[in-house]
């Protein structure tokens, strides 16, 4: 690899998390962002533990241009933190001043970072993101736009509205370096996979500044069995929702509630310390107010024309039956104290 210039002005990291990559579909990624009109890049190739064969062709492909950087991770960290791995690599680099985030297997408009960094220097903009094409595992286009297949309004949201519902991809989008120390270290889950770093990182931005919204598909995101997250049509809408809740057959487990419940958690604890979340978190679970409090933030959604009515009222739905179980527990834990005295 080359030095990281400290002569440039701009330069842009991009973490590119890999784990068990298509070669086809890595090897044209890795052409569509060395086709960037924007060159002044370096990007770091973190590998989860994929295959030894995959490796060594990444070791390969990687090789042939020195702004690429491949190192394989000692122990699986899933997607999350390996591209939380990858931010902390560049925020030792001081010369980085932005960070781009890449997957495995989609393919970048040779504008992308340039368009990206426009925008945030047309809003003083802390995150950047775009539309995204839709694309199946052999290239073909399924749709024009994610943000229209998935009913997205992004320019309607604010940190409270994306503790709702995530309208931020990751793969689109370019975060500025005052981002990194705010962001860093990711918040801990409970179970992998609860919520991803695009979500999180939006969040962050969202609650320090501002996000730029680039409504052009800068991206072709591909759409096949192995996506960790992939898109959904009109998702977020009752109809989808319901659609959800009857192919599981009526079955409520309680856990998106609880995902909601603990990123806001994380949210609220990391930049309101000294106050008491509880009275700030609309998912706090010492509230037993049955949902409303989630009502009212998905009225508010609904208002501004965020977009997320199906998943507000999958979520009170989520809270109310939480709170009248903890109800439950309580009359019952009551009623067995004169037994035991």
Known sequence: MSQINDFDPVQIGIVLATYNCDRGHFTTQIRSIQNQD?????????????????????????????????????????SYHNFEYGLKFFRQHKQITHVAF???????????????LQAMANTKALLAHSDLALIDGQGQ???????????????????????????????????????????????????????????????????RGAIAHVREPLVQYRQHGQNVVGAEKQAGTIRKEMALWLAKKGRLTLQSYRIHRDLSQAFFQRFYPDRKTELLNPFA???????????????????????????????????????????????????????AR
């Open 141 to 207: 286009e399924l749709h024009p736009s994610v943000w229209q297949y998935e009913k997205r309004q992004p320019e309607n949201l604010d940190a409270e509205l994306l503790l709702l519902r995530n309208t931020v991809t990751g793969c689109s989008a370019m975060i500025a370096r005052s981002l990194f120390d705010d962001a860093l270290p990711f918040p801990p889950q409970a179970q992998s996979g609860d919520w991803y770093h695009d979500h999180w990182l939006a969040i962050v931005a969202a609650h």
């Open 38 to 78: 924007f060159s002044q890049w370096f990007c770091l190739i973190t590998d989860d533990g994929s295959k030894p064969e995959i490796q060594d062709y990444i070791a390969q492909l990687a090789a042939e241009d020195s702004r690429f950087i491949f190192q394989i991770q000692e122990t699986n960290l899933g």
């Open 285 to 339: 679970e010492q509230k037993l107010d049955f949902g409303w409090a989630i009502l009212r933030l998905g009225c508010r959604s609904f208002a501004r024309g965020y977009g997320s009515q199906g998943i507000t009222l999958r979520l009170w739905l989520n809270k109310f039956i939480f709170d009248c179980r903890r109800i439950g527990q309580r009359l019952r834990s009551y009623l067995r104290q004169p037994a």
């Open 102 to 116: 890449a997957d495995q297997d989609d393919i970048w408009q040779p504008q992308k970072l340039s368009r990206l």
